[in-house]
DNA sequence: TATATTATATGTAACGTTTCATATATATAC
DNA sequence: GTATATATATGAAACGTTACATATAATATA
């Protein structure tokens, strides 16, 4: 009669249904309310189409049921990954997810933390390059691969376990002198700690390791004068290659296939991550696999725990090897 | 003084600047306000660290610049590619996306949707499988890959005419007698038309054809009997493929290995949508290639589109062909 | 100097909920 | 039949904005 396009509204209801606003609300709310008054209300909500308005309910709650993901986009696998099923865990417990690809930029990061600061999200998830990022001290923050002070939840992989058990494999399937690749961000990251583990694992299985990394801005054709650096008479002086993620695993295993190398008959290849070609097929490097759908339930978890319980300032989940080609079958008697 | 640790409003602000509510929604919107009054507001928002709300703002003005986007996943590298721009165009016009991962689940659509106008999003694109989705008529809706009536309208590259090119190019490469292969979804949505554009190549460049189309549920490894039966004598029956995806093409290109079939020498593979290794690398097999981030843009203009100009109810965006390295290099000259 | 005209700041109502104190109806006891 | 206790519906206030009608100050005109 009066509005007839706008959408409903809870006194439209009320109206309909000859009943109180309070009412309404209880019964939108599964709150106890008379029988009788529950069906009228209902069948007014049918009849209108009545659709609670979440920005009414935002700004009384100051709780939205929104949270953010700040992630450098969305093409990359791990991270193509990792927003599905931090979408799913969200999903599970009734959060909206607003994705913010950052394109690594630290000034959009920081746009998007205030953009979602605004928008009283409840809680946001991110995995950051900007060391300087603020976020204020009232929304609930948890990181992915990077330590931010003690006050904020970090959640990733086992990075150093993961590094040791690529040794460990490159030993265990022959190699005697091996090499470590790294590019990307050179930030203190949690991811860093594959180095660390990866010597850690070299040492104690008497490996001989040498290292290449390069720094944000290089180019990654370095590596291939790295490797070409290391044939001697159509042989590489290293038997075994741990490179830091399947992503540059990849660029390398086409660089070794161009030089004439073979994979994995003269060098073992081992990346990171456990990309699989689509997401569901086979691996495509042999890989140290990251647990996504566990850090993602972990991340949402630790999120929007209600306790007050101290938040611990990282949690490291297990990563496992997969086999993908780029090393040979494990022979479990010969020690060759 | 009050309320010590709740976000500060702009009643807090006006009071610690000496002026007036509606001085500093001006100031906060950028309308015109004396110089004086300006920066006294401004320095108490600056003291306070003040920030809007914006759901307060969503609920006066029924509008809240956020726009919903329904897609499978987005661990499909389509759908994390097309997230991706679809993210980026909506930033660019100051928009929040909300991620909608509905797992090709109809039920999960049309929660989501559900979710999305209770949510008062500014509108939906939405990548969705379900024929019978009910969406609000005053929440503008872009479909992609799929014509949702007349009213709705869908953007999508030309199917038809990547059909056709794929044709084409395996005409130009040799081929006399060509398959076409097909799975996923059988609901007539956009990309069905890549058979139909198919065929009509062929028919003009005089190539004789043979179809395997899967239907939903049917195991892939069909295709791998489907090709075994092909096989005479060593020699596949017919020298050029043509994948409905560029997924598919990959898997197909697996069974061809397996059974010993080179390619591209003794077959041509050619698939569709464009997907690279890592997002910026090279094309997994030569492929007829989407323009993702000008359906993005498109999506969001006309999702946005303030003019009462009716929408068209199909945009149709051009296809190229990219060497992928699963066909020959095309010689122009020789006509084998 | 007094008046008309403009420009700009003020403060209140409204957006659609939820919550809480109040009012009403129902049942129980005397 | 009245008084008391209990249960449940009611409606106003508040959340943080924006917009508009009103009030105030500043400027130009007579």
Redo the contacts with the bound molecule.
């Keep these: 009669m009066k509005k007839e396009c706008?959408?409903p509204?809870?006194?439209d209801v009320a109206k309909e249904a000859g009943?109180?606003?309070?009412?309404v609300?209880?019964v939108?709310?599964g709150l106890?309310?008379?029988e009788s008054?529950r069906i009228r209300v209902e069948t007014a909500i049918q009849k209108l189409n009545?659709?609670?308005?979440s920005y009414?309910?935002g700004?009384?709650?100051?709780k939205t049921y929104t949270v953010a993901l700040l992630i450098p986009n969305t093409f990359d696998p791990f991270f193509a990954s990792l927003t599905y099923y931090i979408n799913v865990a969200l999903m599970k417990k009734r959060y909206r997810m607003l994705l913010c690809a950052t394109d690594y930029d630290p000034r959009l990061e920081q746009e998007y933390v205030t953009m979602a600061q605004q928008n009283k999200v409840d809680g946001i998830i991110g995995l950051t390059y900007n060391p300087d990022l603020i976020v204020d001290e009232n929304t609930p923050f948890v990181a992915i691969d990077r330590s931010m002070g003690s006050k904020i939840p970090c959640v990733a992989c086992d990075n150093f376990a993961g590094g040791q058990l690529a040794a460990e494999k490159l030993a265990s399937l022959g190699c005697r002198h091996v090499a470590f690749l790294r590019n990307g961000s050179t930030l203190d990251n949690e991811p860093n700690k594959r180095k660390a583990g990866f010597e850690t694992g070299c040492l104690s299985r008497g490996l001989t390791y040498e290292m290449k990394i390069l720094n944000d801005g290089d180019s990654i054709e370095e590596f291939e004068y790295f490797i070409s650096e290391h044939i001697l008479e159509g042989h590489l002086s290293f038997d075994g290659i741990f490179c830091v993620t399947d992503r540059l695993a990849c660029h390398v295993l086409g660089m070794l296939q161009k030089l004439g190398i073979r994979v994995p008959e003269d060098v073992q290849l081992i990346g990171f991550d456990g990309i699989r070609a689509f997401g569901n097929m086979d691996y495509l490097c042999s890989t140290i696999v990251q647990p996504v759908p566990d850090m993602a339930e972990m991340c949402v978890d630790l999120l929007l725990r209600e306790n007050t319980m101290a938040k611990p300032p990282l949690v490291c989940l297990p990563v496992t090897f997969a086999q993908g080609g780029t090393t040979t079958e494990e022979c479990t008697h010969t020690d060759q």
């Design positions: 706008s959408t509204t809870m006194k009943v109180a606003l309070g009412t609300s209880k939108v709310n106890p309310v008379g008054y009545y659709q609670v308005n009414a309910q700004l009384k709650a100051s």
